[in-house]
């Protein structure tokens, strides 16, 4: 099954500990992207990779990191997470070019930074 | 600075009615748009979508309208059934195909369907 596969669900972790969220897609797509979704806010872009070690900002990049060293699989990095970063995320790949059918979107990481 | 709005942050519609969504943005290089739909613990899935070279695009119970004039898109959802309950969101990119690949989302409608 095509899918994008995002680890963990759910996680509370404390200001300052170091965290990452997995994301890996089983569809070969040169392009994936985190978002992050906030009440009254919509999704909004963190880090985008349009291919292997091609990353670049979004338009919400502070506090985060990002690496892309196999196509597949594509981390979010929170090096000292704060209560600000508590938000629902979503990691979402697509081929590069087009956009015909969208991105597939993972199944989302609610994470609570206390 | 908020380029893609939906205006409504939710909408309450009879089973067997007409849902109309409202999208405008306000970046005029946005050629491409796109519905998706979220329901609660999974991730938004594509709906449907359009380019600016159209001005409408229908896929079974689900059709898109784009004014680009207005730089206003809707989506139709006829007839609603209690399964559409869910948020949407509209989004939006550059190149006729979505190519910048960037899509930039607006802040969603929650659609409530009732019997």
């Known amino acids: 099954e095509a899918q994008v596969t995002q680890n963990p669900r759910y996680l509370i972790t404390v200001t300052g500990k170091k965290l990452t969220v997995t994301c890996s897609q089983n569809?070969?797509?040169?392009?994936m992207s985190w978002y992050r979704q906030d009440p009254g806010l919509g999704l909004r872009q963190i880090y985008y990779?349009?291919?292997?070690?091609?990353?670049d900002k979004g338009d919400v990049p502070e506090g985060y990191k990002v690496s892309r060293k196999e196509k597949r699989n594509f981390p979010l990095i929170l090096e000292s997470p704060s209560p600000n970063q508590t938000s629902l995320y979503f990691c979402?790949?697509?081929?590069?070019?087009?956009?015909?059918?969208?991105?597939?979107f993972g199944s989302g990481t609610r994470l609570t930074v206390v | 600075d908020q380029q893609v709005k939906q205006n409504s942050p939710s909408l309450s519609v009879q089973e067997g009615r007409i849902s109309i969504l409202n999208c405008d943005y306000t970046n005029s290089m946005f050629d491409y748009f796109l519905w998706y739909k979220k329901y609660p613990a999974e991730g938004p899935t594509f709906l449907i979508s359009i380019s600016s070279i159209k001005d409408k695009n229908e896929d079974g119970r689900f059709t898109v309208f784009l004014n680009k004039s207005a730089k206003h898109l809707s989506l139709h959802i006829v007839p609603s059934q209690p399964g559409d309950s869910a948020v949407y969101f509209c989004?939006?990119?550059?190149?006729?195909?979505?190519?910048?690949?960037?899509?930039?989302f607006g802040t969603g409608t929650q659609l409530k369907v009732e019997l």
């Open positions: 979402a790949s697509t081929r590069t070019g087009t956009l015909n059918y969208g991105y597939t």
């Open positions: 989004a939006a990119s550059v190149g006729l195909t979505g190519g910048g690949n960037k899509l930039t």
């Open positions: 569809m070969n797509h040169e392009y």
């Open positions: 990779s349009m291919n292997v070690e091609v990353t």
